[in-house]
C-alpha cells in the first residue's frame, strides 16, 4: 500500500471531487476529510441529506427502528405496517442470534406484514391492521406484545395506528406499540433509532400493568446496543458474569420486553452503539438516575480497558473482579496474537460501517499489528467524528456517508490489504481484487465482542487476507503475457 | 426556544444536548454556576450561544428550555 502523505491525501481528496458539478462538490468535500488529532472540535460535516444522484450506502428510519432497535426484541412481533417489500427484502439479514422456538414465543427471524395493496392506499390500512392484530393474537398466542412498525405510506396516507394500536392492545391485554418510523423521516437509520428509543421511553417504560419481574440487586446492569450479531452479546455478557456483575437485561439482542421494563431498575446502563442507544439511556439518566458507560469489547487492549471503566462504577470487588477476568484471559489472548500478528502485521484496513464499529474495531485491528488507514460512518454524526478522532492515525481519510465512487477511487489509490464494510460494498472489492470482510453482520462469522469474539476476529481477518485466491486474480494467459513483459524489461 | 438536555460530561465539564437535532456539544461557559443561581448564557464549543432562565442548579443530567442567542 502506499503510505499517503497529508498532502498526498487531500490531494486525493481534490482529485475525487473533481467529477462532480459544482455544487455537489462544494457539498461533498465538507464529507471528506484527513484526521487531525491535534484539532479537536471542526471535523467533517455529518448527518446530512445524501446528495440527489449519487450512490449512498444508507438506509432509512423504518430500518433503524424495525431493522436495528425493535426487531431482535425476541419475544414480540414486529409488524411491518405497509407493503410487503421493505420487511420482506431486509428479513432475518442481521444475523441477531437468540435463544427460543421460532414461531412459537421467539419471532426474531420472522416477517409479519400487512402487505397493503392499491386499495389500502386509497382507502386506508386501519381496518386492516386491527384485523391483522386480531389474527397474530389467535395464531401466536405466547407473544408477549406487538409494535407497528410504519413504512413510508402509512405516514403518507395518515392512517391513525394509535388509535388501532390502544384498541387491540385493550382488547389482547398486551402491549401494541404503535411506532412512527416512515421511511422518509430524517435522513438515514439514524433517526429511526431515535424514534424507537422514544417509543421505548412512552411505551415500555410507562406501561401500566408491567410485570414486576426480578428483585433488584446492588450488582445490576444492562446491556444495550448490543445488538448479538452472531453472538456477540453472549461473548460479552460472559465476562461481566465473571467480574461478579448481574446481566439483568440485555436489549435489542436476544432481548424481551421485560428485560427492557426492568432496565429503570438497574444500577448501570453498558452502552455499546452508543449512536443507536445513547437517547433512551439519557433518558434513564435524567429520569431514574441511572449512569451510562460507553464500552468497546474489540480487540483485548480496549476490553481491558472498558472492564476496567465499567468496574470504576462499582466497589472493590468487582474491580478485583475486572483483574481477575483480564488475568484469566491474558495467555488465550497471547496466544491468539502469536499465532496471528505475524501473518497480519502492517497491513492496511478501511472500513466504511455504521453505528459504532468505524472506531471500535480500530483497537482489535491494531492489537492485530494492522492498520486503519481510512474510516467513516453511514450515518454518524457529529458527536461520533469527534469520538473517532483520537482513535484514528494522523493523515487518516475519513469519509461521512461516503458514495459509491468515492470509495472505489478512494480503494484505488490507498490501496488498502483489506476492506470492512457491507454487503452492497463486498463483491464491488472483491472484484476488483481487495480482500473484503463484510463487518455489518460479520460475514457469516462472529461473534466478535470480548476475549473469544477476537480469537474468531484474528482468525477471520486472517483467513481473508491471506487467502490463496488473491494470488489467482490475474487469469494465467494475461499472467503469462505479463512475467514476458517484464522478462524485456 | 428550544428543548435541549445539559448533563456532566467524562471531563468534568458540562454538555449540551439538543434532542431535535441530534447534536451534542461540549459547553465551554455557563453565566452562573453557584447553587442558587445557575443559568444564563451558555456557549458551546460550536461557536453558538443559548440562554437559559436563571435557576437554582438542578441535578444532572436535566432537561431544560434555552433560547438561542444569535
Ligand atoms: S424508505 Fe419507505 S418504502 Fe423504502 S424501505 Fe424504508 S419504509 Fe420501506
Redesign the interface.
Known amino acids: 500500500m502506499a503510505n499517503l502523505s497529508k498532502e498526498e491525501t487531500q490531494a486525493l481528496i481534490q482529485e475525487v471531487l473533481e467529477v462532480y458539478p459544482e455544487k455537489a462538490k462544494e457539498d461533498r468535500a465538507k464529507h471528506l476529510s484527513i484526521n487531525d488529532q491535534a484539532a479537536d472540535t471542526k471535523c467533517v460535516t455529518s448527518n446530512r441529506k445524501s446528495l440527489p444522484g449519487v450512490m449512498t450506502i444508507r438506509g432509512c428510519a423504518y430500518a433503524g427502528s424495525k431493522g436495528v432497535v425493535w426487531g431482535p426484541i425476541k419475544d414480540m412481533i414486529h409488524i411491518s405496517h405497509g407493503p410487503v417489500g421493505c420487511g420482506q427484502y431486509s428479513r432475518a439479514g442481521r444475523r441477531n442470534y437468540y435463544v427460543g422456538t421460532t414461531g412459537v414465543n421467539s419471532f426474531g427471524t420472522m416477517n409479519f406484514t400487512s402487505d397493503f395493496q392499491e386499495k389500502d392506499i386509497v382507502f386506508g390500512g386501519d381496518k386492516k391492521l386491527s384485523k391483522l392484530l386480531s389474527e397474530v393474537e389467535t395464531l401466536f398466542p405466547l407473544h408477549r406484545g406487538v409494535s407497528v412498525q410504519s413504512e413510508c405510506p402509512i405516514g403518507l396516507i395518515g392512517d391513525d395506528i394509535e388509535a388501532v394500536s390502544k384498541a387491540s392492545s385493550q382488547e389482547m391485554g398486551k402491549p401494541v406499540i404503535p411506532v412512527r418510523c416512515e421511511g422518509f423521516r430524517g435522513v438515514s437509520q439514524s433517526l429511526g433509532h431515535h424514534i424507537a428509543n422514544d417509543a421505548i421511553r412512552d411505551h415500555v417504560f410507562e406501561r401500566e400493568g408491567a410485570a414486576e419481574t426480578v428483585e433488584p440487586g446492588p450488582y445490576d446492569v444492562a446491556i444495550l446496543g448490543d445488538y448479538n450479531i452472531g453472538g456477540d452479546a453472549w461473548s460479552s455478557r460472559i465476562l461481566l458474569e465473571e467480574m461478579g456483575l448481574r446481566v439483568v437485561s440485555q436489549w435489542s439482542g436476544d432481548g424481551t420486553i421485560a428485560e427492557m421494563e426492568h432496565t429503570p431498575k438497574v444500577k448501570l446502563n453498558l452502552l455499546h452503539c452508543y449512536r443507536s442507544m445513547n437517547y433512551i439511556s439519557r433518558h434513564m439518566e435524567e429520569k431514574y438516575g441511572i449512569p451510562w458507560v460507553e464500552y468497546n469489547f474489540f480487540g483485548p487492549t480496549k476490553v481491558a480497558e472498558s472492564l476496567r471503566k465499567i468496574a470504576s462504577y462499582f466497589d472493590d470487588s468487582i474491580k478485583e473482579g475486572a483483574e481477575r477476568v483480564i488475568a484469566k484471559y491474558q495467555t488465550m489472548m497471547d496466544e491468539v496474537i502469536a499465532k496471528y500478528k505475524p501473518r497480519l502485521e502492517g497491513k492496511k484496513v478501511m472500513l466504511y460501517v455504521g453505528g459504532l464499529r468505524p472506531r471500535h474495531v480500530i483497537g482489535a485491528y491494531e492489537d492485530l499489528g494492522m492498520e486503519v488507514v481510512g474510516t467513516g460512518y453511514e450515518f454518524g454524526h457529529n458527536d461520533d467524528y469527534e469520538r473517532t478522532t483520537k482513535d484514528m492515525g494522523n493523515a487518516t481519510l475519513i469519509y461521512d456517508d461516503v458514495t459509491g465512487f468515492e470509495f472505489e477511487e478512494f480503494v484505488k489509490r490507498v490501496k488498502p490489504d483489506l476492506i470492512g464494510s457491507g454487503v452492497k460494498e463486498k463483491y464491488i472489492f472483491q472484484k476488483m481484487g481487495v480482500p473484503f470482510r463484510q463487518m455489518h453482520s460479520w460475514d457469516y462469522s462472529g461473534p466478535y465482542h470480548g476475549y473469544d469474539g477476537f480469537a474468531i476476529f484474528a482468525k477471520d481477518m486472517d483467513m481473508t487476507l491471506n487467502n490463496p485466491c488473491w494470488k489467482n486474480m490475474t487469469p494465467p494467459w494475461k499472467a503469462s503475457a505479463e512475467e514476458e513483459q517484464q522478462a524485456v524489461a | 426556544m428550544a428543548n435541549i ?1 445539559i ?1 456532566k460530561a467524562e471531563d468534568g465539564g458540562l454538555t449540551f ?1 439538543m ?1 431535535k437535532k ?4 461540549k459547553v465551554i461557559s455557563l453565566e452562573f454556576e453557584a447553587a442558587d443561581k445557575w443559568g444564563g448564557e451558555l456557549k458551546l ?2 461557536g453558538q450561544s443559548y440562554y437559559i432562565d436563571p435557576m437554582a442548579a438542578p441535578s444532572l ?3 431544560l428550555r434555552a433560547r438561542r442567542l444569535d
Open positions: 438536555i448533563s444536548y434532542p441530534d447534536l451534542e456539544v464549543a460550536s443530567p436535566k432537561s
